[in-house]
């Protein structure tokens, strides 16, 4: 009676490696990625099966990570200076921060050089990003009246602290006034 209400566990596939390859073409086709992070999806694979199987040789399969992720990057499927360019674009569209940006690809093993470079090559600027940000959350000179403007200037200015600006470009924006900023924007 209640065999047929548990979940049924699926066998792992044996890891070999061309089902690494696949495995990795597959995640390739969906997302863009870099080095690293594809190296970490892939040995979170072999984990996963080494775990359920003790005799299962990980050194082995690790070392055909490395060579796959040495035949994507020859074949152009994986470039890690390509995902930092998007995914800056990507971030800066949306108003992040330069520290934002930096500590986002660093966990994908991006260098702070390639970011630095990046962000330079796009003219990064803090205060236009900081009031994007101020835009899509409706605070300091993006809210209704000057008295809530003023009752809310302590939360407003930590919202933006913890999305990574400096100071005082976080007193810059919530000194805005409010009818240039609609002009901007």
Known sequence: ??????KKVKPLKKITRKRLKNIGLYYLKRFETSTDNLRFVLKRRVDKYAFANS???KAEAYQWIEELIEEFKKLNYVDDERYAAFKVKSYLSSGKSAKYIHGKLKQKGISDDIVEDL???????????ALKIAKKKRIGPFRKDEEERRAFRQKDMVKLVQ???DYDT??????YDSISCADEF
């Open 1 to 6: 009676m209640f065999a047929d209400d548990e």
């Open 55 to 57: 005799d299962f040789d």
């Open 119 to 129: 962000l330079e090559e796009q003219n990064y600027n803090p205060l236009s990003s």
């Open 163 to 165: 999305a990574g600006f």
């Open 170 to 175: 976080v007193l810059t924006v919530l000194d």
